[in-house]
């Protein structure tokens, strides 16, 4: 499999069907870069004793991981040197950092420098989400940006092989790190949700935190071959959002980290920004769908860096099914 193209040349010779902008790859390769030291630390964190707490809290009031901190100064001093950067905004950090006087053209980088952290030491599949947008105007600070305005997404799945995964706007590849050379090269063409699936990944402790539609839904699955849907479903909860996600554009499923009454009062669990959007542009790259239940997470009007969201997303016609239990519970909520 050694002939398989590079990142490098995926990415230029795509330049050949849809110009990119060569600031774009410099970003991409830096990104991938830095993606590449964060699962050598990780593979070596046992010896490095970077395991255990950092001592210090973010702004999500998380206690952060010492690789927490690794991962994003990676991302912040590899990712920092690019050309065109104009901005980073980070999982771990309150406000953006600014980088040069935002031009034109210039990148927004927002990164989940390392999602899932809680696995590491349970020694299971961590990952690095990324989303990048484009600065519109000279002098435009906002960093505020609709997922729909996303020039590239994708993030790093450390498992048991480390992949790029990633979409420019016109499909997703997946990009497999070659032991050895450190080489990002493309395993996966052009990966695609089956619009079909007996799949379904949520935290089900949370079961009497639901709202109906979700709670309709999840024991409708239970039900199986007896019940509304007539075939039995397989679970699965990695409380990795990278690894199920990665699962889903794999294989199918749909994946929901819903509103509920434990998290409505801060809008949900997952962060729009760096989270909720890239795996949004993701999944509907590869044929999925992707919504809060009632709204396309790639419409929403973000309005803080550390936004919270429900996310619903996956295998097309599972996200529909589940967008009609959200609509009719409205309306019967609206009745009564
Ligand atoms: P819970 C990890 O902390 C994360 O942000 C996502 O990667 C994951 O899907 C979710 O939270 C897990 O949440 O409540 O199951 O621990």
Redesign the pocket.
Known sequence: MSDTQTLRRFLTRHAQKAPLDPNLIFLLEDIASACRVIGNRLRNAAFEGTHGLAGETNIQGEEQKKLDVIADEAFARICGNSPRLAALVSEEKEEATWLKEPEAGDYLLFYDPL??S?NIEVNLSVGSIFSICNVAIDSDRDVLKAGRDQVCAGYAIYGPSMMLVLTIGQGVFGFTCEYGTGDFRLTHRDMKIPAETSEFAI?ASRYRLWDPSIRQYVEECLQGLTGVRGRDFNMR?T????A?VHRIITRGGVFL?PMDDGNRAQGG??RLLY?ANPMAFLVEQAGGAATTGTKRILDLAPDGHHQRVPVILGSEKEVERLIDYHRMSASQAEIS
Request: proline fraction near 0%; hydrophobic fraction near 35%.
């Open positions: 999602d899932g809680s935290n909860w409380a990795s959002m990278v199920d980290y669990k997952l989270e």
